[in-house]
């Protein structure tokens, strides 16, 4: 028995130690950034702060909180995560359902799944991209944000093969009952799918949470910018001019704790469905990808 | 029911691609695709006559080639030393850590990086106080600019990417085990000639399908870590595409640039969804 023998104890040893210290390699980046949005300006533009907060105080989160641009971007973020969700699920859902079906009933099959597939392969790239949407009028509107990317055909990909998974005989004991294609899609094989349905809500949630850069090009408007978009221009570009500040307030967007306070409440709602995530998508996503 | 989708794949995908003419035209947006003048080759020309736009496509191959390989190993090992915990509760509080990094953007994880790179910054202070090193400028240097876009990208995905290899892993037979255990193979021996093996088609499958990948840079995460001091060894070609195109307004020249990696990308991906089918037998759908 190997588990015994001294050489693999002392490896245990060692194998748990690098995991603890891999682990805490990926969280203190986190616990460092939130510590300094806790911590006082001196102490914070001193470096100070290690994973501690050094002069504790609420302060940073009070002025990001109070500052009417941050709030609206976060508000559009809001709307943008719940619309586009919403209605990138129902249509890949839609598509998904006649994808999955066998070559006999539905004889295009192949045809449409490589009309979805060839836009994974191949693209018009961004510059004949930009200006289809400034040709559809698109520019600034929250359609830009969701229409486009609402067909997911990796999403697509994944339920259907979750789909095909479903035993035939509930859908021809549907079609006995006198169900309909949509009856029984919907009767039938949601509620069988629901753990696939809530993996993939969850990852379109997250991904339009984190979109930053459709914003950034197709909103020329800087009081129409989901969170994502605002935090690029102000954490990472550090470019005011976009959000229309008044001079005064200019100092409190640029310290230090200000910008970790904006940080920690940007991957804040992230980090609350992180965990339910979690449960569901090893599954998901091994189900989806890795046939016998 | 297929009809929504359909038709947005139709505008917002395949349209596009139609608009991809205009890497053939001196386009003018006022004039549009019917009355823009057309120039052959000439783009295509100037990409490879300058010499900064041909070290843009190395530094995507260079950046995505390290990216590609360590974005292999790293979850391999880490998906083999998980493997060998026992304890299912200790396993999964590392699975929910190192997972993590994975869901939060490159805006966030920039703004992060920006902050602790910095000259003053966490990483910096750690280094002098342990190897008493100089503060390294880390953002500002395009070789050390190199070396964190790889690794804070490995760093990133590490955790995630071995999901694939812990599934593999779940599937192997126990009945292998014990029989080599009988024949008296140390856990070494075992990991050689029953898990590497085992691993070795979905380690086909990943490679092959990360290969289709290899003018991939990386857009978010360079963009929003960058700055003109380290565009001679950072810039890639989606970055050059969105500088020289959107902000400079050369549509047509980017377009072009778009033109040259979108097909290189689809002929790389076709083959190696090929090799992947025929090594490991993957299919897509």
Known sequence: MYHKTKPYKVFTVFNYTFLI???????????????VSFSGKAAANANLVGLFPVEFTLDAYEKTLANENFLRSLWIAVQRTVLGTILSMVIVTLAAYPLSRENRSFKRRNIYTWYFVFTMLFSGGLIPFYILIQKLNLLNTMWVLILPGAVSVWNMILLLNFFRNVPKELEEAAFIDGAGYFRTLISVFLPVSMPAIATLSLFSMVGHWNAWFDGLIFLTDHEKYPLATFLQTIIVQQDFSKVSVRPEDLENISQRTIKAAQIFIGMAPILVVYPLLQRFFVKGIVLGAVKE | MLLPAVILTFIFAYIPMGGLVIAFQDYKPWLGFAKSSWIGLEHFQFLFSMPENVQVIWNTLIIAGLKLIGGLIAPLIFALLLNEVRKETFKKSIQTFVYLPHFLSWVILGGILLDMLATKGMINQ???????????????DGTWFRIVVVTSDIWKEFGFGAIIFLASLAGINPALYEAAEVDGASRWQQTWSITIPALIPIMIVVGTLSLGNILNGGFDQIFNLYNPLVYDKGDIIDTFVYRVGLIDGKFGFSAAVGLFKSVVGFVLIVIAYRAAYKFANYRIF
């Open chain 2, 126 to 140: 750690f280094l002098g106080a342990v190897f008493g090193l100089e503060p390294i400028f880390f953002l500002g």
């Open chain 1, 21 to 35: 210290l891999l682990s805490l390699l990926c969280i203190i980046p986190l616990i460092h950034i939130l510590a």
